[in-house]
């Protein structure tokens, strides 16, 4: 096969033709045009035409360019203008971001902290009602993901969407104080998790509709390091409000904890609504140059424009292609076992109180796991971008955690049990935050599918927090065992246990399968999802095509 080009370049200087000989046919190359006038936003698609040895017959593809103001910087210029870019959005996106899921984190959770502040004891709750006023947000939470991230892709208006349906959750969250009784209680939790659910998802896709592959598992990390801070922060304020605001009012302590709670996320969501862009293309603080990159660094890394407009989004396409891909399953089962493994930090300070402490002190103990468990995400989640390289940063911490739930197994004493409780959170999280990443790395396109696939992926992991309440009970402490036919089993250590293991088995599976992919990809076949060689865009792409990250 012999190949000749003709391609379609604009400029600022004059128009000329120029034409010239092929070195194997003989024949005129199609002349590279140069336009004077207008410059465009679009990439500018490429023909390039090949001829069969044999036959002489012609076929011809098409191979996508950068629009000119981005084709015509110098590299020196364009990582310099990408690195500044790359601030300005980690500046708009990133610090509001956090705050927000902070408080989703915070109010969702935070009945944990509300069940040593006297919430069990003044609403009466007796067996496992207040495991089911836990585990019933979860129901609400797995209903509405797919539709919501499929709703946001289609209007295209994070900014607008995401404080919107903050905004409500606060108002419910809040509304949680004025609760009388377990009823009333259960109702308000179903609620909460069904408006909450539109969040973190939608944040995940968010965010991959702003950062390329290889910068996505930092921010990410970021991101997630939000929730655990909120786990931190929990214990922080619950035990100051514990200790200063119980009776005030006529109220206690776990009624003041939702009010004040609620109220901060209700104004945190007035002020997103003026800080939040929407996707690149639609976003008014990026000028012309700056918007032109941003859209085209995402098409070169995947090999398609990210988000054309509303008439592009369809749902039911979208689920279809996430639902008939064989590794969002496998993502599915690999994000499932992740969740399932960290279900212990749904009731963290119960967990932590079996220590023997008093409640304030064991609130406060429940700060130091997560400072921990915050920096070793972002050391992790650091080094997986830096490297490219995702299968080893979400492995290798689940063997910490594994050894962390066998600890807290097989021991009743205190220094050893409270070193499994600082490796769980760490151990769990710190490849999670990485495995989120590698979804959208691993399913990167169209984006309909991608939002799909989020949702679908995160709202089925989270199933595993119905159950997981109801290995908790204050009754099966310190080890959290139970007692069947006469035989004495670790019940919640040895589940999380297994979970954590099945997850590197998941991962394992995965990676299999992206290196059979891209061995695929290696000998020019075509993959669904990945961008052939042939249509590949300049860079690294046109030399080497797109590769699923391993």
């Known amino acids: 096969m012999s190949t000749r080009k003709s391609y379609l370049s604009s400029h600022?200087?004059?128009?000329?033709?120029?034409?010239?000989?092929?070195?194997?046919?003989?024949?005129?190359?199609?002349?590279?045009v140069r336009l004077e006038g207008d410059e465009k936003l679009e990439p500018e698609h490429v023909s390039e035409t090949s001829f069969d040895a044999a036959t002489g017959s012609p076929s011809t593809h098409r191979r996508r360019e950068a629009p000119p103001l981005v084709r015509d910087l110098a590299p020196e210029e364009r990582a310099h203008l990408e690195k500044v870019l790359v601030a300005k959005i980690d500046l708009h996106l990133l610090p509001m971001l956090i705050l927000m899921y902070l408080m989703n984190y915070l109010d969702r959770n935070n009945i944990a902290a509300a069940r040593l502040a006297g919430l069990e004891e003044e609403l009466d709750l007796?067996?496992?009602?207040?495991?089911?006023?836990?585990?019933?947000?979860?129901?609400?939470?797995?209903?509405?993901?797919?539709?919501?991230?499929?709703?946001?892709?289609?209007?295209?208006?994070?900014?607008?969407?995401?404080?919107?349906?903050?905004?409500?959750?606060?108002?419910?969250?809040?509304?949680?104080?004025?609760?009388?009784?377990?009823?009333?209680?259960?109702?308000?939790?179903?609620?909460?998790?069904?408006?909450?659910?539109?969040?973190?998802?939608?944040?995940?896709?968010?965010l991959s509709s702003?950062?390329?592959?290889?910068?996505?598992?930092f921010r990410t990390a970021i991101l997630y390091s939000g929730s655990l801070m909120s786990g931190a922060f929990s214990g922080l304020i619950t035990a100051g409000i514990t200790s200063g605001m119980d009776g005030k009012r006529g109220l206690r302590a776990w009624r003041w904890l939702f009010i004040i709670e609620g109220v901060i996320t209700i104004v945190i969501a007035m002020m997103a609504y003026f800080i939040l862009p929407n996707f690149p293309r639609t976003t008014s603080w990026l000028t012309e140059n700056e918007r032109q990159l941003a859209i085209w660094r995402l098409d070169e890394d995947i090999g398609e424009d990210d988000w054309l407009g509303s008439?592009?989004?369809?749902?039911?396409?979208?689920?279809?292609?996430?639902?008939?891909?064989?590794?969002?399953?496998?993502?599915?089962?690999?994000?499932?076992?992740?969740?399932?493994?960290?279900?212990?930090?749904?009731?963290?300070?119960?967990?932590?109180?079996?220590?023997?402490?008093?409640?304030?002190?064991?609130?406060?103990?429940?700060?130091?796991?997560?400072v921990l468990g915050v920096i070793t995400t972002f050391a992790n989640s650091w080094h997986a971008d830096?490297?490219?390289?995702?299968?080893?940063?979400?492995?290798?911490?689940?063997?910490?955690?594994?050894?962390?739930?066998?600890?807290?197994?097989?021991t009743t004493k205190t220094a050893p049990r409270y070193l499994a409780m600082m490796l769980m959170i760490p151990g769990v999280y710190t490849g999670y935050v990485v495995a989120l990443a590698w979804i959208s790395n691993t399913l990167p396109r169209p984006p309909a599918k991608r939002a799909a696939a989020l949702a679908a992926i995160n709202a089925v992991s989270?199933?595993?927090?119905?159950?997981?309440?109801?290995?908790?009970?204050?009754?099966?402490?310190?080890?959290?065992?139970?007692?069947?036919?006469?035989?004495?089993?670790?019940?919640?250590?040895?589940?999380?246990?297994?979970?954590?293991?099945?997850?590197?088995?998941?991962?394992?599976?995965?990676?299999?399968?992206?290196?059979?992919l891209n061995k695929k990809l290696d000998r020019g076949e075509v993959v669904e999802g990945a961008v052939a060689v042939g249509e590949a865009i300049p860079?690294?792409?046109?030399?080497?095509?797109?590769?699923?990250?391993l």
């Open 126 to 206: 007796t067996g496992t009602q207040y495991l089911t006023a836990v585990s019933i947000l979860f129901v609400g939470y797995i209903l509405m993901q797919v539709p919501s991230n499929l709703f946001l892709n289609k209007i295209g208006k994070p900014a607008l969407y995401l404080p919107t349906v903050m905004i409500i959750w606060g108002v419910i969250s809040a509304a949680t104080a004025a609760a009388e009784s377990f009823g009333g209680l259960v109702a308000i939790r179903f609620f909460l998790g069904f408006v909450e659910a539109a969040y973190f998802p939608g944040c995940l896709f968010f």
């Open 539 to 549: 860079g690294e792409a046109a030399q080497k095509g797109f590769r699923f990250v």
């Open 12 to 32: 600022h200087s004059g128009g000329l033709w120029k034409s010239k000989k092929d070195k194997h046919t003989g024949a005129d190359e199609a002349p590279e």
């Open 311 to 370: 008439h592009k989004q369809t749902f039911w396409h979208g689920m279809k292609l996430a639902f008939t891909d064989i590794k969002m399953w496998v993502l599915m089962v690999l994000l499932f076992c992740f969740v399932a493994s960290g279900t212990v930090t749904n009731l963290f300070p119960t967990v932590v109180q079996t220590l023997g402490y008093s409640n304030i002190v064991s609130l406060l103990l429940t700060v130091p796991p997560y």
């Open 386 to 410: 830096k490297t490219g390289e995702r299968y080893f940063h979400i492995t290798v911490p689940l063997y910490f955690a594994v050894a962390a739930f066998i600890i807290a197994a097989v």
């Open 462 to 516: 989270n199933a595993s927090s119905i159950y997981a309440s109801y290995m908790y009970p204050e009754s099966a402490g310190p080890r959290y065992r139970a007692f069947t036919d006469q035989s004495q089993k670790v019940v919640a250590m040895s589940v999380n246990c297994v979970t954590a293991f099945i997850a590197i088995c998941a991962a394992t599976l995965l990676r299999f399968i992206l290196v059979h």
């Open 210 to 217: 702003w950062y390329t592959r290889k910068e996505l598992g």
